[in-house]
């Protein structure tokens, strides 16, 4: 077995083995004791101490829940079909540990280099791009900025998982996972630190420059754009559309997965709103954790009913996806908003989704199997303008229309066109490259007779009450 | 010995089971099946669309009985399994050439 | 598809978008900002300061917990038929997200009118209702006053939930939905506003008034006497009963479900039973969780352990019921009660649940699919009056009858009464009048042919190698 | 009803009837208020107060997702047969239970007597075993020491479910049952004592004595150890092993649900490390948490990036135990340790996990359902001895021989000599006593027609769209 | 009358059934059914593993026809089973000894 | 040509699966039904309440064998199937009229 193992990297993976170790050395070397990795110096007995430990336990836990909404995304594997769930869910759980490692390694550095954090300055980085933290090493290795790195590395594995709803059903898995390293060294971070690192995005001269408080722009509308250029580039899966161009019926298998992912979601994105204060003393938190819920079950509401009004039956299913466009709308504008304007943001983020639907599927043909473009790309960018629109200026100065001021919403729109135009661009890009070398696509036999038998070498349920007869293959 | 094969609404099966089993006709098999048939099917809704399902859940019973029950019991089955509306299903008559009861290795009419 | 939308909305519901227009024009034109929306006059780096922020952090997490519930309320579907579970998880969805809606518009100000929270006084109200804070308008927009909305309002949500075990399987969804403006604008939020807005229940005379620590009887007593109501008049489900009057046979599709919703809601019950506190620095939080998870396990254990000595089979489905009913029973007690008392309440709220089902099932006669009336109702007014018995004197000076104390037992016992009295009463009415309109109970076509086809237009589980075949109809 | 229930009762377990009646009165009786119950003394509106409050906050939520990783830990049974999984999920229930209820009478006790917590001092106990708080009863009814109760009864749960895991799918329920007074007085809580109750492992006098921050030897080693030898002392599942000693295929039900369950309980193990600091003042909790994360990202990728080279299939199940094992090895060490460490942990536990599986299934020829022993018990060792090894010294004064010093290694390594001869030692005791008494395996009849139907009266899947047709039986 | 039996490849259940709508025959029955044949099956991973499995799903379509008829339906399924590799399935055909359809309670060959 | 179908135990599918495929019969459909014979069932629970379940699970093995091989193979089954308790179940035959193989087109005896 040891020897086997050793064959089999020695045969043909000898470099990566002596690449790792290479890094573990040189990770040893490079470690340095400048900062303040324990929280000795952070922390004291006084007020600044005091408030900083609270502030580090509700960053913590808040970020706890945040990966703990990796669950409620593998959840919505309930909308595919029976035989390709287990693909689905492992590409959300490659974003959850692959992605996070890819993060941990450089986009991390790339993100939030030069920011400040409770007090702390983290190295170097300048509007465009930062350029300190990799892997945690050296002067990064201090509790306030490792606690800054895990809060955002549980919000980035999200773009894989907001991708994964979209290119479902029918994309390669080396071609997922090759793309997820330069989704999260480039297009992610870069973003991420035009805005939350304070960058150029974040310095407009409109308004008080491009605000994103919980990411509608920086992870839902990247995600949401890159998803659809994924979609786009895969083409539509096999029986979703008729030869007349009207669409096929592919149902899910387990409409209760998406209820109880779509709760659960909920639960963990009201840690996530209210966790992005960073602070425990910004008590400001209430009011965007009510935010939160209240847009959300009003998206949930406005779908339900329209499903209704249009169908007859209560579609619970979009219902659910009416509820996550609810909670993407307001994750930009919720710690800037009143209560009664979540209700609003909430009801339009309903609307905005219902629209989505029937012009990515009908007018643009491209096939989105979780509806990812919809509640988190069009709500994404939407959730951009609403802050525009709805800051009643109470907090951080922001104020949008309401309160008569415009420019806000330019800076806001100014962000919908750039993440548009980066994600989809790179996207774009990105997806070609791979189409034409590996390609992203897998074989028609592999998708008719299922991925997860195919690519994970088991289906995902077995509910026979006898097994069936076996006999081990010769190696 | 005839081999009947009921094809009828789930909702029915219970009804038709309880019939059979007071005629004295406890043996038989069951299983799901998806029925096409004359019935151009329901309507059901996906990601916000109506959509015409035409392959529907049914309950396959199959029992062998002795030929000379047969009528009788093809009669008790179309009786209960009958709604008037479309979709009831069919009753399919075979001929058994053999048949064996495993636990005692009786043959023929003998398994009954 | 936007003339469409318009088409639909002209043709039959131009009315409820006009009125809700309106809503936003008036939201927008009542915003005040008299009140403190951003916390940063609530919040100082003093100790009064950083004690509020703890506790902000202490409510919002354990409020977060709180809306996680439903999922395990969700998950508990797994004990309905395997047609119907759709119905039910859309009903625990529609208590989550249109039961807060209705709450925030209404039954937040009716319940919390003229309380304090805090150390904020919240606008006008009585000892019978309370009308300050409607939609968080005016100096509702504050960050305590929205806090406490937010814990209250994933409180609420549970009130759908526990109502949708009994009604399950049977109920029209318009019913269903319409209850709801009534119970949550009515029914729930007075008799909440009588004990925890501290209404005259609160001010009895006999102990120290009436207490109901985490809601044995405002949100489970009030629940499971509803729900009783409701199952009784929809009657049993078709094959519930025999002609001979005993019980058949209907089992639930997935047992599974059943044991991960229970051990998640003991989880979120922790969460709800502590933060209960309301205040960080209350750190009897403690025993409050210990007695939680005491009393629940021990439940759990008295029904397995019945349920093995009466039939032979560890009927794990009962045991998850026991599970249930000891953490209901503890939730009004959790705080006023020693480790070793709740032991005790555990394990007589298991003899409650086993009881109670006896004579729910077999002497009254009403169906309670999941046994939502024995583990909420019964176990709700044994949860109020436990504290009666048990109290210890230490907390909040409440002392039942172990002190040798027989007042507070009184009043407990004069909050039950109320209880079934108010929520049976108005149940009857509701339910009455419901049946005579648009009526309650579905067709009989519907029930035998599962109530999520015919009302949601899928099935739940759809687990075919091969899909059917399909074709759009003609719209 | 009420009669028959007596009628059992008195039949025959009349006596434990009276033995649970004395015992509530001797609560009651003992009873004193010596200490601080409703932690009035304890907090004060002062610097140490509002730390001290803050602890209770961290320590209290980071216990409850301590105890929402049954949920993960019932998930898991998705990696065995239908027929069983019922059978396996209240093995899980009952560790959540009952486990937690005998931890409460005495395993709490013998570990913890003596031990201080929060400033506050628990009764007696020497370095081999502690002697108070037997049910809390005392002196121990105090916020503190309850709340070092709460949080440890949760972490104690898990000794059961990791049991579970091996000898799923052939063992009496009774016998599962019985193990659980002696694991949870003797083997378990001692064992802890030594460590987490400062007994004499923890005062050795290499290093600075045996650590383990968040359970790698206390729980995982222990828990590994007992479930290999129960799965030992049963023998494999019927089809497990061929006539020619070669692995059979018996595989599980529900792959999704294994990634639900693993994603699930990351989320839980964050809570559960960074809430081992026991102190919201000690911010390298932060680094825990990133560590714990980091770690069990390496280990999953590790096994799925190694079983896709063996085999050609990303097996995503083998990831997902890839993903506990790092997360298993980083228990603990992941506060001593730099975020280079943890990737260089779990990347070592990834591998320290498929070289147990294929030595335990292929060698010993022990069948372990789960791979119980693989992640828990092989890696809990790793995790034990990579303090020695990559401990940094900056937290703790804890050095490995990354820093050129092997005593702290040598702690660690009796820590893992004697976890193994303590567990392995009592274990083949009780599972022998066991074995040759009440038997420990069920009939060969139960195994092949299911253990779920047999022992707990049901399947726990029912999918049928008709129920077959019952009638009650004559009781 | 006669009764075919077609065992086939999920994949192909979909054509197979249009194809048969096109002729006329819309009264099946389908149901799910795990195939042992000549091919030596796919090979699955289990907990790092490789097994040979060789029980695959398979489709079995039931569909009562007149006489006359038979030939025809069996080619056309035989032709849109075919995909040329192993697994492709098997057609059988039986004597139906009597039909009855449900709703009308018709008999014998009134019953298409 | 004749159609063997045999319902069996779930528990002892595997061994006559093994036992046929030892004889050189590796063709065959299974499929999972739900069986009421004169074995009257065991007792489940349910919310605390024992109930008798009068339906079980069981196998259908359905193999299309050469006339010659019939007396063989159906001797095989019984011999494996036989625990000789109540609920082992029954084998029964049919005539087939006429059989093809999908993937070659060949008819009748040469399909095995
Ligand atoms: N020719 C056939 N062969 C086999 N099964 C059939 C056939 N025709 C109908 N069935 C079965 O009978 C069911 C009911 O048939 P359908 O034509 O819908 O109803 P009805 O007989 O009331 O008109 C179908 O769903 C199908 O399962
Ligand atoms: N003798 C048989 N009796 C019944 N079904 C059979 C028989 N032989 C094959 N089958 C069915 O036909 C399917 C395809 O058979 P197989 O031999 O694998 O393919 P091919 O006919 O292409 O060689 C099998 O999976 C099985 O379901
Ligand atoms: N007349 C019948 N027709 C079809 N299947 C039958 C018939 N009688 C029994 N069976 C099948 O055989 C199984 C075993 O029958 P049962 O009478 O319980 O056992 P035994 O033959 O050992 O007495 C039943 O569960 C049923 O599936």
Redesign the interface.
Known sequence: MVGYLYNILKRKHILSVVIFVMFLICFGAKTSWASDPTGEHTFALDFRGVDMSESFSWVLLTGFTILFMQVGFIFLGGFLQAKNVLSYMTHCFLATTLGALIYLAAGFAFMFGGFEFLGRHLGGGNSFIGWSGFLLLGEAYDVRTVMLFLFQAVVATFIGSIIAGAVAERMKLSAYVISFFFIYTVIYPLYGHWIWGEGWLFNLPFGVGVRDFAGSGVVHAIGGSIAFVGAYFLGPRIGKYKEDGT?G????HNVGYMILGTVLLAFGWLGYDAGSTLAAGDLRASVVAANTFIAGAMGAVTVLYY?YL??G?A?I??ACNGFLAGLVAISASCAYVAPWAAVSIGFLGGVVY?TS?WFV?RKLKVDDPL?AVSVHGANGLWGLLSIGVFADGTYGGVSGLITGNGGQLLSQFIACITAIAWAGGLGCLMYFVLKITIGIRVSRRVELTGLDVNLHGTPCYRFEAAGPAFGPEPE | M??IE???R??R??II??ALSDLGY?????????????YKG??????????????L????I?L?VPDKD?EKV?QT??DE???????????????????????T?EKGDK?F
Do not use: L, Q
């Open positions: 669409p019926f592919i149902p899910g499903s249009k169908t039956a579609d299913g979009e219902v639907v599927e509806g | 005839k081999k009921a094809i009828v789930p909702e099966f219970e089971k309880d406890d043996g038989m098999s069951v299983s799901e099946v998806k029925g096409h048939g004359n329901v309507s059901e809704v996906w990601r916000g669309k109506r959509y015409r399902v035409d392959i859940p049914k309950i396959k199959e062998v047969c093809i089955i179309v399994a009958k709604t008037g509306t479309v979709g009831d299903g069919r009753v399919f008559v075979f001929d058994v050439a053999d048949a064996h009861r495993i636990r290795g398994i």
